[in-house]
């Protein structure tokens, strides 16, 4: 079982940045790859990045590559996602999770979730 808390969500203005961090509870943190997703209002949940369990290999969401970076530091048990030049479209709820195996960008693989942290981007 692990346990993932996300936090670093907040307001913030076109253009700026945040950091979001994923704090799991399991000591087997390491031997699992990191997803970050995302919900707005009124749509599905998406992709957004994801990290390999060794952080040597990622995945970006192509409308966000540049703009993302997914990150992680296994000593800390924690994943991290740097967003810049946030855009009002890019408000939602963004949650990590935790999957076996390839960092992948498929929803129903992902084993555990978090409660997920809200990101509001004004214009």
């Known amino acids: 079982q692990v346990q993932l808390v996300e936090s670093g969500g907040g307001l913030v203005q076109a253009g700026g940045s945040l950091r979001l961090s994923c704090a799991a509870s399991?000591?087997?943190?390491?031997?699992?790859?990191m997803g970050w997703f995302r919900q707005a209002p009124g749509k599905e949940r998406e992709f957004v990045a994801a990290?390999?369990?060794?952080?040597?290999?990622?995945r970006y969401a192509d409308s966000l590559k540049g703009r993302f970076t997914v990150s992680r530091d296994n000593a800390k048990n924690t994943a991290y996602l740097q967003m810049n030049s946030l855009k009002p479209e890019d408000t939602a709820v963004y949650y990590c999770?935790?999957?076996?195996?390839?960092?992948?960008?498929?929803?129903?693989?992902?084993?555990?979730w978090g409660q997920g942290t809200q990101v509001t981007v004004s214009s």
């Open positions: 990290i390999s369990w060794s952080g040597g290999s990622t």
């Open positions: 999770a935790t999957k076996r195996g390839l960092p992948g960008i498929v929803i129903r693989e992902y084993e555990y």
């Open positions: 399991s000591r087997t943190f390491s031997t699992y790859a």
